[in-house]
């Protein structure tokens, strides 16, 4: 079992700055694929970003790709996502993700096994 909990998040202005973190704990998570994934008002859950817990390879969708930054912790147990100009189409909830991936897709919310409870962030223009 994995246990995923995500702080930072609110109200941020376009332009500014922006850093969610997920805290994760569990037996063997590190054996995991850590991911970001967003949902805005309507519209399906989307991969924003992910990350190797061994061996740190990341992966980023098309529009963040440049400005969204994942990293981690491994002393803490913690994996990042940052901006430091957001937009206001990044308004959406955040959601952290594990995944023991395999041969599934680091892309695709179905192959993530374990999920955060979800932190608002809302860009304003």
């Known amino acids: 079992q994995v246990q995923l909990v995500e702080n930072g998040g609110g109200l941020v202005q376009a332009g500014g700055s922006l850093r969610l973190s997920c805290a994760a704990s569990?037996?063997?998570?590190?054996?995991?694929?850590m991911g970001w994934f967003r949902q805005a008002p309507g519209q399906e859950r989307e991969f924003v970003a992910a990350?190797?817990?061994?061996?740190?390879?990341?992966y980023y969708a098309d529009s963040v790709k440049g400005r969204f930054t994942i990293f981690k912790d491994n002393v803490q147990n913690t994996v990042y996502l940052e901006s430091d100009n957001v937009k206001p189409e990044d308004t959406a909830v955040y959601y952290c993700?594990?995944?023991?991936?395999?041969?599934?897709?680091?892309?695709?919310?179905?192959?993530?096994?374990?999920w955060g409870q979800g932190t608002q962030v809302t860009v304003s223009s």
């Open positions: 993700a594990a995944s023991n991936l395999g041969l599934r897709s680091v892309y695709v919310k179905g192959s993530y096994d374990y």
């Open positions: 569990g037996r063997t998570f590190r054996r995991y694929v």
């Open positions: 990350i190797e817990w061994d061996g740190g390879s990341t």
